[in-house]
């Protein structure tokens, strides 16, 4: 059972059928996705960049890390390929995400921030 900071996560916990949801509808059998306050509340968010950051942590949520690609993103949020691109890179310009390119015909590695973190650009023009 993997623990970090003293947690059992919770998918080890259903995994060993320790919890059992009961009464369960179609609706809450597909599972939920918790956003932190501090994304859903952000003013400098557009209401994309924010559902994006939810569908993040939606497929990131069984394995702990995840690798969506752009076209996945746009298809399973109802958005165009561009759309998803120009929300990633808010969520990157406002420190909520780092995507790590892998290179040509491979899908980004994109990291969740639960804080946002300054971008890289900001760091540079702080210390210019």
Not at 10 to 23: P, S, Y
Not at 44 to 56: E, Q
Not at 74 to 92: I, N, P, T, Y
Request: hydrophobic content about 40%; glycine content about 10%.
């Amino acid at each position: 059972m993997s623990q970090e900071h003293g947690f059992t996560h919770l998918k080890d916990v259903l995994a060993q059928r320790t919890i059992i949801f009961e009464g369960a509808d179609p609706v809450s059998a597909g599972g939920f996705t918790q956003v932190p306050n501090c994304v859903l509340e952000n003013g400098k968010l557009s209401a994309g960049a924010k559902l994006t950051y939810a569908m993040l942590l939606k497929y990131a949520w069984q394995n702990d890390y995840c690798f969506p690609g752009q076209a996945r993103l746009a298809k399973d949020m109802g958005a165009g390929k561009r759309s998803v691109v120009r929300f990633m890179a808010e969520l990157q310009k406002h420190g909520f995400v780092t995507i790590k390119r892998r290179g040509q015909g491979k899908t980004n590695v994109y990291v969740v921030h639960f804080q946002a973190k300054k971008s890289v650009d900001k760091k540079r023009r702080d210390h210019a």
